[in-house]
C-alpha cells in the first residue's frame, strides 16, 4: 500500500493548517511540533509533486529572498557557524507559507467558509475569556493566571 500518495498528503498538510489557529492558542510546544509536521508533510508535497510552480508566486519568491539574505546577514555578521546555521530555522516560515498555499488552493469554499467561521468563534471566545479573567481574575474555566509559577 502507498500511504504517501498526494491525495492523503494534501489531506494532512490541509488539515494542520486549519487547525493551525487553535494550536496558538496551545502556546510554544503545541505550535513548535506543527510547524515540524508541517514543514515535512510539505517537503514530502514537494518531493511528490516536484512541477508544482511554486517560484512562479511572488509572495514566495520574495519570502526566499528575505530568507536568503537573513543566512548570508548571519554569515558576515557573526564570529561563529552556529548563528548562521540556527538562522536557517527561519525555513520553517517558508515551508508554513507553502502550506498554506497549498491548503488554499486545494480547499473549497464551503471548508474555507466553515474555517473563516471555526476561527471567528474561536476570536470571540479568547476575547470574552481576556475580559472574564481581567474584571474577575480568573478565566472562564476557573484558573487563576500565573498559577504555574510561583
Do not use: H, W
Not at 508566486?57 to 564570529?79: E, G
Not at 527561519?90 to 467561521?117: C, G, H, M, Q
Not at 470571540?124 to 493566571?145: A, H, K, T, V, W
Amino acid at each position: 500500500m502507498n500511504y504517501l500518495n498526494l491525495k492523503r498528503i494534501e489531506q494532512v498538510l490541509a488539515f494542520l493548517v486549519l487547525i493551525f489557529p487553535l494550536v496558538l492558542v496551545l502556546r510554544n510546544l503545541a505550535i513548535n511540533i506543527n510547524l515540524i509536521l508541517i514543514t515535512i508533510i510539505s517537503i514530502f508535497y514537494l518531493l511528490k509533486k516536484p512541477n508544482y510552480l511554486l517560484l512562479k508566486d511572488f509572495l514566495i519568491r520574495y519570502l526566499l529572498f528575505f530568507l536568503l539574505i537573513i543566512f548570508i546577514n548571519s554569515l558576515l555578521n557573526s564570529q561563529d557557524f552556529l548563528t548562521a546555521i540556527k538562522s536557517l530555522g527561519n525555513l520553517r516560515y517558508l515551508f508554513l507559507t507553502i502550506a498554506v498555499y497549498v491548503t488554499l488552493s486545494i480547499i473549497s469554499e464551503k471548508s474555507f467558509n466553515i474555517f473563516i467561521y471555526l476561527n471567528s468563534l474561536l476570536i470571540i471566545f479568547i476575547s470574552l475569556d481576556i475580559l472574564y479573567q481581567f474584571n474577575f481574575n480568573e478565566n472562564i474555566f476557573g484558573f487563576s493566571p500565573g498559577m504555574c509559577t510561583k
